[in-house]
């Protein structure tokens, strides 16, 4: 089993939409918990941070529920722009006890006129 | 520039040839973390270096891959006898913390995308 697991996708929607991606980890022990946004031949780059609270940043909400131990993100208001993939990423200590970060498959969004 | 930087961008080798790609990390960032990204897939742990210390190797896919970071900054990722398998994209990311210290965010180069024919 994946560390971290992801529906690859594509989710296809239209502009104004909303829609959600889901993400599981397996590492019960793991303590931070990330969105990173993904383009077409491009490098990740942080999205936002996950809180057991769960937090907002403008049309995007994330939260996380550590007894399910899954993670997900909400999109509202769906623009042309947000057409990427979504990369869930979890904090895995190592062997040497550092932190890694583990990476899902991603989950690609293409958003249409 | 302010940000991590690779080079080469695009590289396309010999089956057997031997390669070299190169990482500049964000000048002061402590970790240092190379990953390999099939197409399709999500960026997967390779290595990490904490300063010029490899302290974590695990990922590495076979003793023809070895990475150095001499002097605490620039890496290089160096792949021997380069096999068909090997065609991927190779991410360089750097962070702040060190070891023990939670991962926040890393910020990670445009990568070298690598083709061996």
């Known amino acids: 089993r994946k560390e971290v697991e992801q529906d690859p996708g594509p989710f296809n929607v239209p502009e104004g939409a909303t829609v959600a991606f889901n993400c599981t980890y397996s590492n019960s022990a793991s303590q931070s918990f990330f969105w990173y946004r993904q383009d077409c031949r491009k490098e990740p780059k942080l999205l936002m941070s996950?809180?057991?609270s769960g937090n907002e940043d403008g049309r995007f909400t994330a939260q996380l529920n550590r007894a399910s131990q899954y993670i997900s993100l909400l999109i509202r208001d769906s623009k042309l722009s947000d057409s990427a993939t979504y990369l869930c990423?979890?904090?895995?200590?190592?062997?040497?006890?550092?932190?890694?970060?583990?990476f899902g498959t991603g989950t690609r969004l293409l958003v249409s006129p | 520039g302010a940000g991590v930087s690779q080079s080469p961008r695009y590289k396309v080798a010999k089956r057997g040839q031997d390669v070299a790609l190169r990482c500049d990390p964000i000048s002061g960032h402590v970790s240092l973390f190379w990953y390999q990204q099939a197409l399709g897939q999500g960026p997967e742990f390779l290595t990490y270096?904490?300063?010029?210390?490899?302290?974590?190797k695990s990922g590495l896919p076979s003793d023809r891959f070895f990475a150095e970071r001499p002097e605490g900054s620039v890496s290089t990722l160096k792949i021997q006898r380069t096999q068909q398998e090997d065609s991927a994209v190779y991410l360089c990311a750097s962070s702040q913390p060190g070891q023990g210290v939670v991962v926040t965010e890393a910020f990670f180069g445009q990568g070298t995308r690598l083709t061996v024919v």
């Open positions: 996950v809180y057991s």
């Open positions: 990423v979890v904090n895995a200590e190592s062997k040497t006890g550092f932190q890694k970060l583990v």
């Open positions: 270096f904490q300063n010029e210390a490899q302290l974590d």
